[in-house]
């Protein structure tokens, strides 16, 4: 049972470049998030997905952009990366998604640098 | 607006010793709260989630607890070992605002010396 799965786990881009990180899940989850964590910001959410078709903005949604047309996967796509989008980035998933809650459960992150 | 402190930031316990870890919170209309651990360069394990309604929860050597009307939640972890060095982060769920976002604590790196 892979749980939540996240690729890559290291990236290096140069300002302006695009890409997408990928998360899939085989937990049959309708919740699924993308988070970043900074040093000294703790985790901050950035899009949410409470079923296919259905994507929303969280805390920190701007220079990225979310699509979910399967249960199963919810890319992030840095649209043109800039030094601040620099930090590690999880995706996480849960039967059903706050507030109501069920536990969350995350990848092991993509670290992302940005020169 | 709800926020999430945790102290202290980093604590160091020799092994076999009982501890207390904390988390409040500012705004007590919360759905729940959850307790993650996260491991170096690893991502976050769910470890305990209460529900508003409920006061504690336990998983083995781990008790967690909830008072609400205070801001407060504590996690015990009992006849610590050098394995449960790590990351501890609280979250809680909280209603209205924005769907779907949990808010985090910043953590209490624990370290249990042998």
């Known amino acids: 049972n892979a749980g939540v799965t996240q690729t890559p786990k290291f990236q290096v881009l140069k300002t302006g470049q695009s890409m997408t990180l990928q998360c899939a899940q085989d937990?049959?989850?309708?919740?699924m998030s993308w988070y970043r964590q900074d040093p000294g910001m703790g985790l901050r959410l950035i899009h949410y997905?409470?079923?296919?078709?259905?994507?929303d903005q969280g805390e920190v949604p701007n220079g990225y952009n979310v699509s979910r047309s399967t249960t199963e996967d919810f890319p992030l796509r840095l649209l043109s990366a800039a030094p601040s989008q620099t930090s590690v980035y999880f995706c996480?998933?849960?039967?059903?998604?706050?507030?109501?809650?069920?536990?969350?459960?995350f990848g092991n992150g993509t670290r992302l640098t940005v020169t | 607006k709800q926020e999430v402190t945790q102290i202290p930031a980093a604590l160091s316990v020799p092994e076999g010793e009982n501890l207390v870890l904390n988390c409040s919170f500012t705004?007590?209309?919360?759905?729940?709260l959850q307790w993650f651990r996260q491991d170096p360069g690893k991502g976050l394990t769910s470890l305990l989630l209460?529900?508003?309604?409920?006061r504690e929860q336990t998983s083995g050597r781990l008790n967690a607890s909830l008072d609400k009307s205070s801001g407060r939640s504590t996690l015990y972890i009992a006849a610590s070992q050098p394995g449960d060095s790590a990351t501890y982060l609280c979250?809680?769920?909280?209603?209205?605002?924005?769907?779907?976002?949990?808010?985090f604590g910043k953590g209490t790196k624990l370290s249990v010396k042998p």
């Open positions: 996480a998933s849960s039967y059903q998604g706050p507030p109501r809650g069920s536990p969350l459960h």
């Open positions: 937990m049959n989850h309708e919740y």
């Open positions: 997905s409470v079923g296919a078709g259905i994507t």
């Open positions: 705004d007590s209309a919360i759905y729940n």
């Open positions: 209460i529900q508003s309604s409920q």
């Open positions: 979250a809680v769920s909280r209603y209205g605002g924005s769907q779907g976002n949990l808010i």
